[in-house]
């Protein structure tokens, strides 16, 4: 384990080395999920598929945000199929509407100029990114536990997953783990990576020893390559977004206006945070957990892996080596050694 500043500046936010080393404790953590009551159905089939292939072993607890009350038929359905308990919640308004510093009209320009990119004319997923970047973290449900696992409606878990995966993550000192990697649109994050530029000036405190800058930049950093970690699944530790670090960082985006003004996601926003004030290795990729999101699959090569799983995915339909994706590159620049067969996804 390095002990680099940045290490020390997060862990003295939260205590996160303190309870790294007590490897007897029980997890805090739990499932997060920000949906609308008419993603029910959706979600349902989602959960019941996280219980059977991971948590009816584990029982941890559900959060469920809406900026929206739930409806008692969604607490009834969802209710019925966790394992642990779950918690209803309402996102409390300041989390989900305009900073008074936002102008509200050429937010709303911005939307029609958008109107051709994905998401590009939405104002609620606007919300919903800002949202998923800033505040989360901050909901008070949230409080009580020190690690989460972020799952969508339309989701799907391809495997078996015996171990407790928030305890690998914290006995291995992780604080971010992803399955999936791919390029961002640039039109949606325009001057994301100049704001991110001006904010590494104010702060170069906040950057990491041993960054991972080279997964998101082939030129230390002049220009931004794209690449993120998709973040509709996250299995990471709350003390990385609460830390001081990223929440100046938040503060400096928000204050920006982008998430307005453009359509920055939580996705990047997210990444080049971890890749930037985490040293390298505390980000990890999960070759074990099979995981589909429309469009795109993480389905394990690994022949060991995946009989082990129970895998159910079609591995010549994996997107881990595919061209669009960006795990080639964190391989290469981790020095990992890919899986067979990575080959034939190539060009
Ligand atoms: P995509 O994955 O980028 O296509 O975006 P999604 O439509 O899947 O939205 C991302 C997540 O935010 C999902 O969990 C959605 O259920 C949730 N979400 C999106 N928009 C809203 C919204 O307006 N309200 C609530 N409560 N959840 C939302
Ligand atoms: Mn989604």
Redesign the pocket.
Known sequence: VSSTASTSTLAATGGAAAKASSKEEPIKACFV????NE?LWKLADTIKNVQDRFNDKFNYPWVF????VFTEEFKHVIGGIVSGPAKFEVIPPAYWSYPDWIDQEKAAQTRIAMKDII?GDSE??R??CRF?SGFFWRHEALDEFDWYWRV???TKLHCDIDYDVFKWMRDNDKKYGFTISIYEYEATIKTLWSTTQEFLKLHPEHVAEDNMMDFISKDNGKKYNLCHFWS?FEVASLDLWRSKAYRDYFDYLDQAGGFFYERWGDAPVHSIAAALFLPRDQIHYFPDIGYY?PPYNNCPLDQDIFDKGKCTCNQDADFTFQGYSCTSRFFEVNKMKKPQGWEKFKG
């Open positions: 999920s920000l949906v609308r993603d945000l809406n900026n929206e998401y609620s997923y919300h919903m998923e969508e409606p339309e509709n999101h």
